[in-house]
């Protein structure tokens, strides 16, 4: 998680030296700008890429910034979150087979053996019910619950910056907007005349960064449920597992004539 927030950190300064770099240039991509709305066709042959950078720069580089960075932290957290839980997905079924026969071949010693090389959740919740299963069946059972929710807490961690990451981009794209409007007003007290084209101009610049708040907030958001989807996925996976483990647990135990303490 250290590097993850290292990367972060390394990504902020390079969006901030981007902004900085088009902001240099925003007066040569006007030029280029008005040169292309005279044609048509220019415009319709405008790549994608320089379409985002042209709303990026007439947005303003300040708040737009702060947007792309809300972006990429998010983004970097949902990448890791996503991987984190991919590898935490497991193949229950073959798990719980694989235990209750080394179980039955090696004992206990085989079943750790067996869940000490099986990752994700549910390989390590076994362990630590295996673990304590010379302390009796009921500090087994306790054991599971137990390991269960630090388990959860593991699976949700980062959860609540990605909903921050979610909150705080629109917010600052509506701050871009009510300072672009204030640009605005500002500028037709300056001259003293109301005109169409300043008004409609500082207006639209000033709603840039609102949708691009929005735009960030709604990419972000269905990765945030989908994240959130597969948690519960797995927390239900984890608790229908620990049933059956605690069944094959006790199936053991009367084979081995109530080894186990109840």
């Known amino acids: 998680m250290k590097k993850l927030f290292a990367i972060i950190a390394v990504i902020g300064m390079l969006n ?25 066709d220019g415009t319709q042959d405008q790549a994608l890429h320089q379409q985002i950078k042209q709303k990026f720069i007439e947005g303003g580089a300040g708040f737009m910034g702060v947007v792309l960075l809300t972006l990429i932290i998010g983004l970097a957290l949902v990448i890791e979150r996503i991987i984190y839980l991919n590898l ?41 019910g295996l673990d304590r299963s010379e302390e009796g069946v009921e500090v087994v059972e306790k054991s599971i619950i137990a390991y269960g929710g630090v388990q959860m807490g593991m699976l949700e961690k980062g959860l609540t910056w990605i909903a921050l990451m979610i909150a705080v981009a629109p917010m600052f794209g509506f701050m871009g907007t009510v300072i672009g409007m204030i640009g605005a007003f500002d500028s037709i007290q300056a001259a003293g005349d109301i005109s169409p084209s300043l008004v409609a101009g500082g207006i639209k610049v000033a709603l840039i960064t609102t949708v691009s708040g929005l735009i960030v ?20 996976s984890m608790e229908d597992t620990s049933i059956s483990f605690m069944d094959i647990l006790m199936k053991y135990n009367r084979k081995q004539g109530g080894n186990l303490k109840k």
Do not use: H, W
Request: glycine residues 4%; charged residues 20%.
């Open 88 to 128: 935490a997905t497991t193949n229950t079924k073959k798990l719980l087979t694989n235990v209750e026969e080394a179980l039955e071949s090696n004992g206990i010693d085989g079943a750790k053996e067996v869940c000490r090389s099986t990752r994700g959740p549910v390989a390590s919740i076994f362990y630590q």
């Open 16 to 40: 901030f030296v981007f902004c900085d770099f088009l902001m240099a240039q925003e007066s040569t991509e006007k030029a280029k700008t008005e040169e292309m709305q005279g044609s048509a």
């Open 217 to 236: 907030a709604i990419i972000l958001q269905i990765f945030y449920n989908y994240i959130v989807s597969k948690i519960d996925s797995l927390v239900v």
